[in-house]
């Protein structure tokens, strides 16, 4: 099932993709139809949302939708550093040290912006893409060994993990240059964790103005999916609708000769195989 948030003239609304139509929850009679009590509630909800649907006409054209980021406001969004070997091998060359555990940073949750919306500088002068899968968090997670992890995986989007180099490194958590507002696009939608064979054999690729700048596979990851959650979950409780990005690989502007940052008017756009393409404008 593909969940999506859009917007209405009466506010936010919760919807699921039916080929290239969205379903209304609310005006569907939907007994949930809020996206956070939806993934609280797993696989009750989506029963239930499943069998409320089940013959409904389509309420709109996707393509006439004004996507908005699937979760608003996460309580936690995560993002692991250096996990692909060889972007990891870029940040040695920047002077990034690399670690023999997992290396982990907070991206303010005030970061999140929707699928498609404009990106904004502010006032860094070296800003860069980072394509990513991303995971909400279902079921909480506390001290959960690897063989058990997908247990607590709700679904998947698209991440950019859009940096501020330059601010980047202002702090060692990397928080500063990580958090900037509009800097967080995720989407187009949750793709349920059931609709994903194996989320560590998916094809990702980052393109700018149609110039492909990054492409691996989600099984070059340094630590896999299942080693991210048993690690955070090993020093603290990941909740209901947390966000995880998994990280990114090589081809981030930052490690080219000579460096190329995103500029006014590029559009930056991240494509996950099985899983959706977020597309977002640097404003001018």
């Known amino acids: ?5 859009f917007n209405t003239d009466s506010g936010p609304r919760t919807g699921v993709v039916v080929d290239n139509n969205i379903i209304d929850l609310t005006q569907a009679g939907a007994d949930y139809t809020d996206m956070m009590e939806i993934i609280a509630a797993g ?3 989506l029963d239930s949302i499943a069998t409320t649907i089940t013959g409904c006409t389509p309420h709109l054209s996707l393509d ?8 608003a406001r996460p309580g936690k969004y995560l993002a692991i550093g250096m996990n692909y070997k ?17 290396v982990w940073f907070n991206k303010q949750t005030t970061c999140v912006s929707g699928p498609f919306d404009e990106i904004d500088p502010g006032v860094t002068e070296k800003l860069d893409y980072e394509i990513e899968l991303g995971i909400v968090i279902g079921k909480p997670a506390k001290g959960v060994k690897k063989e058990n992890a997908r247990d607590h995986i709700f679904g998947y989007f698209v991440a950019n993990d859009v940096s501020a180099r330059d601010w980047q490194f202002h702090t060692p958590t990397f928080t500063m240059g990580k ?11 949750i793709i349920t964790a059931d609709e994903v064979a194996d989320p560590q054999n998916l094809d990702l690729r980052c393109l700018v103005n149609g110039e492909l700048r990054q492409s691996n596979n989600t099984s070059g990851m340094v630590h896999d999916i299942d080693s991210q959650i048993e690690y955070l979950s090993t020093a603290f409780t990941l909740e209901s609708g947390d966000l995880i990005a998994t990280g990114t690989p090589e081809g981030v502007g930052v490690a080219m000769d000579p460096p190329v940052f995103l500029q006014a008017g590029d559009v930056v756009r991240c494509e996950i195989d099985g899983i959706g393409v977020i597309e977002n404008t640097v404003k001018l």
């Not at 099932?1 to 948030?5: E, G, S, T």
């Not at 060889?86 to 997992?102: D, F, I, P, T, Y």
């Open 1 to 5: 099932m593909k969940l999506v948030r």
């Open 86 to 102: 060889k972007h990891q091998e870029e940040a040695s060359k920047l002077g990034v040290a690399e670690q023999n555990h997992q």
């Open 179 to 189: 958090s900037f507002d509009t800097h967080g696009p995720i989407g187009p939608w």
């Open 43 to 45: 696989q009750t909800a």
């Open 64 to 71: 006439e939708a004004q996507l908005l980021a699937p979760v």
